[in-house]
């Protein structure tokens, strides 16, 4: 009974009723989004389909899926997706406890063409402005791999627990309470380039060469960090590159909080430089 998303949330997650039937509505967004991938043609955008109509690409999809379910969930005061980068206020009547939801509706969209795994990712805290909110605060994360198998892995600050979507489209738990060791033997170097201008970057990575690590890297954040995590080893990183990433390219907000909470909740590290992207 443990083994499907909402029994464990009620009884492992130990997250209040609000947050646990938001979590689920987020869940809901990612099997529609996991149906757009599968049977979409591409979605690519500016094409029309089979009617002529517009088709409205994945990324504007995905985001309009999850800014839907949130809105349905009654529960989220406001939200802030990185596509529109304007945060969403909510107006209806909220009741119980409100949450505020940052989300990246489809990290790595850029692969999609080409069929590699992307995902979503999501940062809750509990309702206010985004403004001013620290990683520390955030009351859960969760995201979405859309690969061979979609799969869904969230905390609530007790354990991280990873659920595959069956063919009956509900998640059923493949690993609980995931875990990462002190030691690695895999890297995830992002942004590679900038080692050419950055001696630093240059000699971490020659050090991880020379140690015998293996590359594993595909270029989306969301499948790199996943391998991590259920490898339970490995280092990803994504230094500066300027002019045109003076401060990395991935968002404080969208991408590295989120992550950064389920990788200290499995029990590794983050560092996020002070001066990152908002
Ligand atoms: P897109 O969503 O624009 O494809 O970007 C994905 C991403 O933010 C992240 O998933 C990767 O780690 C990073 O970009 C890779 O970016 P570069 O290929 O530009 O280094």
Known sequence: MLNFLD?????????????????RYIARATKFIHHAIKTSDLGLAGTSNLFGEEQLSLDVLADRIIMD??????????AISEESEEETVFEHELKDETYSVAYDPLDGSSLVDTNLAIGSIF???KSGPFIGKTG????????????????????TGKGVHEFTLNDVYEYSLTREDIK???????????????AQDNPKYKKLVDDWMLKGYTLRYSGGMVPDLNHILLKGQGIFTYPPFPPKYPNGKLRLLFECNPFAFLM??????????AVSSP
Not at 69 to 78: D, E, F, P, Y
Not at 268 to 273: C, N, Q, W, Y
């Open 180 to 194: 990462i060791s002190d030691t690695s033997k895999y890297f995830a170097p992002g942004n590679l380039r900038a």
């Open 69 to 78: 379910n949130l809105k349905v969930s009654g529960l989220v005061a406001n």
């Open 7 to 23: 029994s464990h949330l009620r009884y492992k997650s130990g997250a209040p009723h609000s947050l646990r039937h938001m979590i």
């Open 136 to 155: 520390r605060e955030q009351v859960a994360a969760l995201y979405a791999v859309y690969g061979p198998r979609t799969t869904l892995v969230y905390t």
């Open 264 to 273: 200290e909740m499995a029990g590794g590290a983050s560092m996020i430089p």
């Open 123 to 125: 940062s809750i805290y």
